[in-house]
């Protein structure tokens, strides 16, 4: 695939809003790790290739730990994505990080143990550098587009993945507040890891929804009216995450040009043994590490 795309997960609440804005050619692809969510859209936005996916595929009927990540990655790799931005709604585990608000996150803790989080379990032996897990670059060409939003967009900030599909108890919140988490999220990990593996530069936009179950609410209040507000949040923090991904796409023609240190990420990630890879192995996972073989 000799053109290079952005490529767009949607999460909850952008990944509706986004399919239905999104047309273009729609991709049923196959992967060696099986289905992708759903339909991946390429088009373009102000001459900038992209391509789009709903992570929680069509309707939403996916949960967290049935997302199948590493098909999804691959499938975007297969029509050329070097580059992600994703999104997520999370909850907040600070006071100052409002529901509305948006994040682009600089670190992540992860939680997740369900989910296979890489492309090469029991194949080969690759370990890449994950001390920095979302893509500075990206991450800054982003946070130069605040002014195309009209909340606070937080700069930095540690996003805590954990594996649901059930909420946090408030003893597991008031620890994740002590380790230092801004956000509670289920489906950054192991997305951030994959496409690290996969050689694709990746940034994350956070929507908070609301605080998480650590900050109690005032009197009684009614399950259903919170959830009422939660979706309310989610809807104004998916307009102003849309503006931000939007502006943010249409500055990255030349961006879409630079070579990342991440684009390089199995340089030195490969331990095993290269003459001991087996044609089956080899053809699995040619994609990913055909440049290196």
């Known amino acids: 695939m000799s053109i290079k795309r952005i490529g767009i997960i949607g999460g909850s609440g952008l990944g ?3 399919s239905q804005q999104t047309e273009g050619e729609q ?3 196959d992967t060696p790790f099986g289905a992708p969510s759903g339909l ?3 088009t373009e936005m102000d001459g900038v290739p ?3 996916l709903a992570r929680h595929g069509e309707g939403h009927m996916l949960n967290p730990s049935s997302v199948p990540y590493r098909a999804n990655i691959h499938a975007l790799k297969q029509l050329g994505v070097t580059h992600i931005i994703a999104s997520g709604a ?4 600070v006071e100052e990080v409002e529901p509305k608000h948006l994040m682009i996150p600089d670190q992540v803790i992860d939680k997740t143990f369900k989910r296979p989080n890489s492309f090469f379990d029991g194949e080969l032996a690759v370990h890449v550098d994950f001390a920095y897990p979302f893509t500075e670059e990206l991450r800054q060409l982003l946070i130069s587009c605040s002014d195309d939003v009209n909340t606070t967009l937080h700069t930095s900030g540690t996003y805590v993945c954990m594996e649901g599909p059930q909420f946090s108890t408030r003893a597991e919140s008031l620890l994740h507040r002590q ?3 801004h956000l509670i999220g289920m489906t950054a990990m192991p997305e951030a890891k994959l496409a690290r593996e996969a050689e694709i530069c ?9 605080y998480d179950c650590w900050r109690p609410h005032e009197g009684q209040v009614d399950k259903h ?7 309310h949040n989610l809807e104004e923090a998916t307009n102003n995450a849309i503006h931000l991904i939007t502006a943010a796409v249409k500055k990255a023609g030349p961006f879409l040009e630079k070579e990342n240190e991440h684009h390089k990420a199995l340089e030195l990630g490969i331990w095993s043994d290269k003459s001991k890879i087996t044609d089956p192995t080899f053809h699995k996972l040619q994609l990913l590490i055909e440049k290196y073989i």
């Open 225 to 231: 009216a919170l959830m009422t507000e939660i979706i």
């Open 179 to 181: 380790w230092g988490g």
């Open 40 to 42: 991946i859209t390429t």
């Open 50 to 52: 992209i391509a789009f």
């Open 90 to 93: 999370t909850g907040s585990l």
């Open 16 to 18: 509706q809003a986004l």
């Open 27 to 29: 991709h049923d692809l």
């Open 202 to 210: 990746y940034a994350l936009v956070c929507l908070p929804t609301d």
